[in-house]
């Protein structure tokens, strides 16, 4: 995983690169290098059942929207 501060190094560096020639480029660092400020990516561990991954994923993203919320008010 990379940090904030070592990601900017990296977009520094990705914007001199032609990523259509490196198909393996993560939907995380496209979306940051040319399309958001802020990226965020969650990732659950392959080796458990894919029913219990997404149970993750949502738990993931339903507190991320109550922390969100909650710093508004």
């Known amino acids: 995983m990379l940090e904030a501060r070592g990601f900017d190094a990296l977009r520094t560096i990705a914007r001199r690169i032609n990523f259509t020639k490196f198909p393996f480029l993560t ?22 059942d894919l ?8 738990a993931m993203v339903q507190r991320a929207i109550e922390l969100s919320t909650s710093r508004c008010s």
């Open 51 to 58: 029913d219990q991954r997404i149970q993750a994923q949502i």
């Open 27 to 48: 939907e995380g660092m496209y979306l940051a290098l040319h399309h958001s400020e802020r990226t965020i990516t969650t990732e659950t561990p392959s080796e458990y």
